[in-house]
Structure formats: C-alpha cells, structure tokens
C-alpha cells in the first residue's frame, strides 16, 4: 500500500507545529510589541500550513487523503495536477480545498538519497490520471 511516511508525517504535522508554538511563547513571554508581528506573522502562517497537511494513502487503487480524523475520496477525475514542492506533495483539484487552494500532503520515502525526488506517490497518480500521462 502507497501511503505518507509516518515518520514524517509526526514531525511535519504534529512535532513541527508544536515547536513553531513554543517558539511564539519566548516572544510573548515579556509582553506584546509591535515589532515582534514581523516575526510571529509567518511563524503562525507557517504553523497553520504545517497543520493543514493531509496524509495521503491508495490502499485499493482509490486515492484518499485525512487532515484530522476522517478520510476523504479524491478521484482520479477530479485532480487537475499533481507534483511536489520542496519536501510536500500537492494535489491541484477541479474544486477548491480550503485554506491554500490545493491539498498538500506529507510525501512518502524518496527513492534517490541525494538527487530529485523520486515519489512512488507521486508516479503512481500520474501514471493513473490520464490527462496527466499526455
């Protein structure tokens, strides 16, 4: 079964969020400043990114994806484009999926160590989206 690296879905989605956290209680520790929003701001964005994640699994061929606790079908005919961006994957459906427009997720294990991703993912969707293959 393909699915997201659960390693590393606990550190991006559950450990990195909570860090981000603690790190914005040193800042308010001593009060509030004005000054200090040029800091929090992408930390907060950062966080909210983190913990949108999706875990992606095909367990039977059919594509779903969870962000909290219930899975969700994503058919074949509603992705537009799929890809990865830096160390997540995204899926670019005909509908929007709120916050950021496309559902990213956690990748599984890269297949080359030191070279551009290789995501068994990644190729197993485009290779069964047809109009990605064109």
């Known amino acids: 079964m ?11 989605k559950y450990y990195g ?16 400043h004005w000054g200090q ?4 701001i992408p930390v907060f964005t950062a966080t909210l990114f983190l913990s949108s994640l999706a ?8 594509i779903r ?9 994503a058919p074949y005919d509603e992705i537009a484009d799929c890809g990865a961006v830096w160390i997540f994957g995204y899926l670019r459906l005909r509908r929007f999926v709120f916050p ?11 297949e080359k160590l030191f070279d551009r991703g290789e ?3 990644l190729r197993y969707i485009q290779k069964h989206v047809p109009h990605l293959n064109a």
């Open 2 to 12: 393909l699915r997201s690296h659960s390693s590393n879905v606990f550190v991006l």
């Open 17 to 32: 969020p909570i860090l981000l956290l603690i790190s914005t209680y040193t800042f308010w520790s001593h009060g509030f």
């Open 37 to 40: 929003l040029i800091f929090l």
């Open 55 to 62: 875990v992606l699994e095909i367990p039977d061929g059919n």
């Open 65 to 73: 994806y969870r962000r909290l606790f219930s899975w969700s079908p």
């Open 100 to 110: 950021w427009g496309r559902l990213y997720f956690v990748l599984d294990a890269n």
């Open 119 to 121: 995501y068994p993912l």
